[in-house]
């Protein structure tokens, strides 16, 4: 049996990194990022919210529970903790989008059946899905029974996939993102250059960075958690200086560590090299 190779912490030795988001994530990354020698401010521009039908996200969790559904796929952690407040059961099959989701659902007690094995975004979601469930069409199979809760905001490229091959998905809105109130002196702490990064965790941080610290310095690098987040930020005007290759926190941190720090990008080639396949 041959090991897995864990990649080492790749180091943010003195970077000056801007957290844009509050709560579970941003305290997460602040202490990675202090962890890896960097400097950290939070400065939450976002915050969640209940949907803007509670009530239709109140049904299906409640028909979830009946065993109206084969599947609930959680395409973030935030979906996770919605479902529990809304007292989801664990039961059925799950399919989560990576490690952190998976980890919250699993906190709630519910199985998990299917994750990405490297590509955590919908299309990688999608792809792993559509791997483990049955072909509608084949004989004595029917099409799978989808719970998709997700945020308001969020895209259709999971629904999307599962439809086009053939089963059923009840999108619901589980939650959404508001800008929070200007925070004083932020942006002017950016257009000095006070920082040398900014983090870009989704879509919707791409958009309150694009309202609320612009026009930003070319100094100040723009970091995004995936090829989604960095489509959403060009699609604001916004050139993306690193894109992380692995869609989780630590994927993020290890780009910018690999993009700005001297020797990371040998070190983390090395070690990509043993890991199992």
Known sequence: MIAHVRPPTLP?????ILIPRGGDLGAALHEKVLDRGGVPT??????????????????????????????????????????????????????AVGPV?????QELGFRLHVMPGRDYSGRGLA??????????????AHPARVLLP?????????????RAAGHQV???????????????????????????VVLATS?????????????????????????PTAQALAGLGLSTDIVAASSTTDGLLDAVSVALIAGSRETYEHTRQGETR
């Not at 028909?63 to 609930?72: E, S």
């Not at 989701?101 to 659902?105: D, K, Q």
């Not at 899905?129 to 084949?138: G, N, S, T, V, Y």
């Not at 879509?203 to 958690?225: F, G, K, Q």
């Open 12 to 16: 943010l030795t003195g970077l000056r």
């Open 42 to 95: 939070i400065a939450p521009l976002l915050e969640t919210a209940p949907p803007s039908d509670p009530a239709r996200f109140a049904g299906a969790v409640a028909r979830w529970n009946a065993g109206d559904y084969d599947w609930l796929v959680v395409t973030s952690a935030t979906t996770a903790t919605a479902l529990a407040a809304a007292g989801a059961e664990p039961r059925g099959k799950v399919g």
């Open 170 to 196: 009840d999108r619901v809105a589980a939650y959404t993102t508001a800008m929070t109130d200007e925070i004083a002196g932020l942006r002017a702490r950016v257009g000095v250059g006070d920082f040398d």
């Open 203 to 227: 879509s919707s941080a791409a958009r309150a960075i694009a309202e609320r610290l612009t026009p930003l310095p070319r100094a100040v690098r723009v970091a995004a958690i995936g090829d």
């Open 150 to 162: 997700v945020s308001e905001l969020a895209d259709d490229t999971v629904e999307r996939a599962l």
């Open 127 to 140: 792809e792993s899905l559509l791997a483990a469930l049955p072909d509608p069409e084949a004989p004595g």
């Open 101 to 105: 989701t998976a980890a919250a659902i």
